[in-house]
């Protein structure tokens, strides 16, 4: 496990983004209740909280998944930095919110395609279809998904036949990729054994170099182990936010105490 | 002690009383497959004993003839061929666009379920009443005539529900989670589809088109009724010649005859000679069918390989 820094002024950070009053609406049953929540820039936010507690919801409200889907109403704002936009106005174009963030999903979804052109997907949408331009960023993806090695010599490989850890790393690939600015990670590793997780883990922690990152989690130890900050979420709403050994150490709810501490959950 | 084994006898009683009904069950269907089997076999052996002395080159090669042994199917394979391929131009494009439509676009609603029972409806009217349609639409109002077009723009109709639904059903078999993907890389819905769901649904697409096109191969009642032609001397005029612009579609205003239509005018007659060339012209139908069913599961088997979710 790699030395954790000492924690910094939270003045000096900057935020990537920031959640403001957001409710979110599935039909008429609320989801998400007036939600003030900040991502600061290139650190690992974890939402942790029981199921049905809304995370995944909160996720997904970031890259507008939810327009997908019929009947679904958001209410408030998502700012996002250093532009100061409002993710979830109806004048910012869903697709190119996709464009600017990634995600990754809980269980491994590659396209039933090559390792290449599952890399190199998220570029072509951008309109890169130069060869030599494509093949040195699918590599620098891979590198930074820590994959690089294991596929090096079988790009042209489907997908499909990669174990279920390297399928995962392959979808951060993919994220990565695009060069996002802010990677959504919903619960990645829930699928996979306790070795995946752990190289999982391990690349997120390298990745927060780099890139800002909000991951979704069910795994409490692993929010300890990996994030910065860590939301604890109940029934949509947000009781907890704090750095992370604040949240796990000195709780200022109990209710989140009591979750921590496995009491319920 | 003794209420426990008479318990313990009772349901050993049962078990085997349910195993005597799954074996006498399963010998029932084994039964009926064998049924089902040997009449099949039946019939194709003897269509095989009567037919395939008539196989020969001249037989592919020669018009139909007042005399049996020198008539042949020339022009009734070539009609076939080139209805084929009419009927595969009308009906693929529509029927896939239609099924894209209704699967990635249309969404949930009274409209587009209307459309669905209507389509599946389709599927079971009879094919003279197409033939009927076409009769009057085709032939008549539009002005084409008994030809090559009108028959392929009928069985094009009439096997169009069959590759809607393929298509539907191939789409549906897509997993979400591909949508997903896509979409969170930032691609429009037409992008999403183009370049994966129809990528993915194409096995069970070519799979349903190919066994919609192998029904329209068989079909008598539409092309008879909109005019083919029962004895024809002559093929239609060549795709290709060598004036410019070097490629004509006169052919499909051409009269025509198919395989089927010369089956059953050749049954129709008394002689015995006859009925050996017809059992001969049934072994070249299924033969064809035969084929096309064995190109549309190759297919599906080699692409399927590569889908792996």
């Known amino acids: ?18 959640a403001r009053q957001l409710s979110f609406f599935y039909g008429s049953m609320q989801a998400l209740k007036n939600i003030d929540l900040p991502i600061y820039d290139r650190r690992v936010t974890a939402l942790i909280g029981p199921s049905g507690c809304g995370k995944s919801t909160f996720l997904r409200c970031f890259n507008r998944m939810h327009d997908l889907y019929p009947g679904n109403r958001y209410q408030g704002q998502i700012r996002f930095f ?3 936009i409002d993710l979830l106005s109806p004048k910012v174009d869903p697709i190119e919110v996709r464009m600017r963030l990634s995600m990754v999903f809980q269980k491994p979804n590659p396209f039933p395609k090559t390792i290449f052109e599952n890399v190199a997907y998220g570029l072509r949408v951008r309109g890169v279809s130069k060869r030599s331009v494509l093949r040195e960023k699918v590599e620098e993806a891979l590198v930074d998904a820590a994959l ?8 042209e490989d489907l997908a499909g036949n990669l174990s279920g850890g390297q399928q995962q790393r392959l979808c951060i690939a993919r994220a990565l990729a695009s060069n996002p600015e802010l990677l959504l990670f919903d619960e990645p590793t829930s699928a996979l054994d306790p070795i995946a997780t752990a190289s999982i883990e391990e690349l997120i922690h390298d990745l927060k170099r780099k890139i800002t990152i909000l991951i979704v989690t069910h795994n409490m130890q692993q929010a300890a182990r990996v994030s910065d900050f860590t939301a604890y979420m109940y029934l949509g709403d947000l009781v907890e936010y704090g750095w992370t050994d604040d949240v796990f150490f000195r709780p200022k709810h109990k209710q989140t105490e009591d979750y921590i501490t496995g009491r319920f959950g | 002690m003794s209420a426990q084994t008479a318990e313990l006898t009772a349901i050993r009683k049962m078990i085997a009383s349910h195993k005597r009904r799954d074996l006498m069950f399963a010998g029932l269907g084994f039964v009926a497959l064998g049924i089902a089997f040997i009449t099949f076999v039946a ?3 003897d269509m095989l004993v009567d037919g395939w002395p008539r196989l020969s080159a001249e037989f592919f090669t020669n018009y139909a003839s007042r005399r ?13 061929f080139s209805i084929m391929l009419v009927t595969a131009v009308v009906a693929v494009p529509i029927g896939v666009a239609a099924g894209v439509y209704l699967e990635e676009y249309g969404g949930r609603n009274w409209l587009t379920n209307l459309i669905e029972i209507n389509i599946n409806n389709l599927a079971g009217v009879p094919s003279i009443v197409y033939g009927l349609l076409a009769l009057g639409m085709f032939v008549h109002t539009f002005g084409f005539g008994a030809s090559v077009l009108t028959a392929g723009l009928t069985l094009g109709l009439l096997i169009l529900p069959i590759v809607i639904v393929a298509t539907r059903e191939s789409i549906r ?3 979400n989670s591909m949508r997903e993907a896509a979409y969170a890389l930032g691609a429009t819905r037409w992008r999403m589809v183009s ?9 069970g697409i070519l799979t349903g088109v190919i066994i919609g096109l192998s029904r329209a191969i068989g079909e008598t009642a539409p092309i008879i009724t909109i005019g083919a032609v029962i004895f024809i001397m002559f093929l239609p005029p060549s795709p290709i010649n060598t004036d410019f ?5 006169d052919w499909l205003w051409s009269d025509f005859t198919a395989l089927p239509i010369q089956i059953f005018n050749w049954t129709s007659r008394p002689d015995a000679a006859f009925q050996a060339n017809a059992s001969a012209a049934a072994l070249v139908l299924v033969a064809m069918t035969l084929a096309m069913n064995g190109l549309a599961i190759w297919i599906r088997f080699r692409l399927r390989r590569r889908l792996k979710w």
């Open chain 1, 1 to 18: 496990m790699a030395t954790k820094t000492p924690k910094p002024e939270l003045s000096s950070l900057t935020m990537k983004a920031e």
């Open chain 1, 82 to 84: 250093p532009d100061d």
């Open chain 1, 148 to 155: 690089w090695n294991e596929v090096k010599d079988r790009l």
């Open chain 2, 43 to 45: 019939l194709f052996v």
């Open chain 2, 68 to 80: 049996a042994e020198q008539a042949g199917i020339l022009a009734a394979w070539v009609g076939t």
């Open chain 2, 173 to 175: 078999a897509v997993p």
């Open chain 2, 195 to 203: 370049d994966h769901v129809l990528p993915y649904s194409t096995p």
């Open chain 2, 245 to 249: 612009p070097f490629v004509s579609f």
